[in-house]
């Protein structure tokens, strides 16, 4: 039988850096997306994960056959108002605001919720960046306390530290989505206000040295995991 990572983290590397660059988003996510997170998390929850991935794609089109869901199957949480990039297709008017977060408190009460209603799927930050909140370890945590099976967390990578991606790890999260937007220095500046993409760069090779070693890829593993963006991550082998 081949062997499956325990832990589905799924790295999604956003770009719109030329065609070349999308085709290989385009691999990745038809990689990961469906294939790894059904099937890892299905041994892990069983059929409650398939059932709850079911439930979802049939609400995508309630317009169509006219059955609606009598709760969200995914709570999206913006924790805070703000950001530290200044992204040019931000459709939030998050810079000109006072500065707003959610109370810890909140956000567990708002997690109890959807836990005693049996809907399994918590999207953290679209419109900000997530990692700003200060409790959002406390928040990751309860919400796997919680049961929440699919924890997708949305993120610029600017602040992905080794140690934050140790806890990711070690937590399980299932789906990382870093979005990225540039290819080149330049145009990573010039779409997110400054360039940072070096330091993206870095804190995602990171992040994946620690998701391979930390969970041992076998062989067969190995040649499932879809090729990287950067010559950092494309040089750098997983094997253990």
């Given at each position: 039988?081949?062997?499956?990572?325990?832990?589905?983290?799924l790295?999604f590397?956003?770009?719109c850096?030329?065609?070349?660059?999308?085709?290989?988003?385009?691999?990745?996510i038809?990689?990961?997306a469906?294939?790894?997170l059904?099937?890892?998390?299905?041994?892990?929850y069983?059929?409650?994960?398939?059932?709850?991935?079911?439930?979802?794609?049939?609400?995508?089109?309630?317009?169509?056959?006219?059955?609606w869901?009598?709760?969200?199957?995914?709570?999206?949480?913006?924790?805070?108002?703000?950001?530290?990039?200044?992204?040019?297709?931000?459709?939030?008017?998050?810079?000109?605001?006072?500065?707003?977060?959610l109370?810890l408190?909140?956000?567990?009460?708002?997690?109890?919720?959807?836990?005693?209603?049996?809907?399994?799927?918590?999207?953290?930050?679209?419109?900000?960046?997530?990692?700003?909140?200060?409790?959002?370890?406390?928040?990751?945590?309860?919400?796997k306390?919680?049961g929440?099976?699919?924890?997708i967390?949305?993120?610029?990578?600017?602040?992905?530290?080794q140690?934050?991606?140790?806890?990711?790890?070690?937590?399980?999260?299932?789906?990382?989505?870093?979005?990225?937007?540039?290819?080149?220095?330049?145009?990573?500046?010039?779409?997110?206000?400054?360039?940072?993409?070096?330091?993206?760069?870095k804190?995602?090779r990171?992040?994946?040295?620690?998701?391979?070693?930390?969970?041992?890829?076998?062989?067969?593993?190995?040649?499932?995991?879809?090729k990287?963006?950067?010559?950092?991550?494309?040089?750098?082998?997983?094997?253990?």
């Amino acid at each position: 039988m081949r062997k499956l990572l325990y832990l589905p983290i799924l790295l999604f590397l956003i770009s719109c850096g030329g065609k070349g660059v999308e085709g290989q988003v385009g691999q990745i996510i038809s990689i990961a997306a469906e294939e790894n997170l059904e099937e890892i998390q299905s041994q892990k929850y069983g059929e409650a994960f398939l059932d709850y991935r079911r439930r979802y794609f049939h609400s995508l089109n309630s317009d169509k056959h006219g059955q609606w869901p009598d709760f969200a199957h995914t709570l999206t949480l913006e924790f805070v108002n703000r950001c530290n990039l200044s992204c040019s297709m931000c459709y939030i008017a998050n810079h000109s605001f006072s500065k707003s977060s959610l109370s810890l408190e909140s956000v567990k009460n708002l997690i109890d919720e959807i836990a005693v209603k049996g809907k399994t799927g918590l999207l953290l930050g679209v419109g900000s960046e997530g990692l700003l909140f200060k409790e959002v370890r406390e928040t990751i945590s309860y919400a796997k306390e919680a049961g929440i099976m699919d924890i997708i967390l949305m993120t610029n990578g600017t602040l992905l530290t080794q140690e934050l991606s140790e806890f990711l790890v070690q937590q399980e999260v299932s789906r990382v989505c870093i979005s990225i937007d540039a290819a080149t220095s330049e145009t990573y500046e010039k779409v997110r206000g400054k360039d940072q993409l070096q330091k993206v760069e870095k804190n995602v090779r990171t992040f994946g040295i620690l998701f391979f070693y930390h969970r041992g890829l076998s062989g067969s593993n190995h040649r499932r995991q879809p090729k990287m963006l950067f010559p950092c991550l494309e040089n750098q082998s997983f094997h253990v």
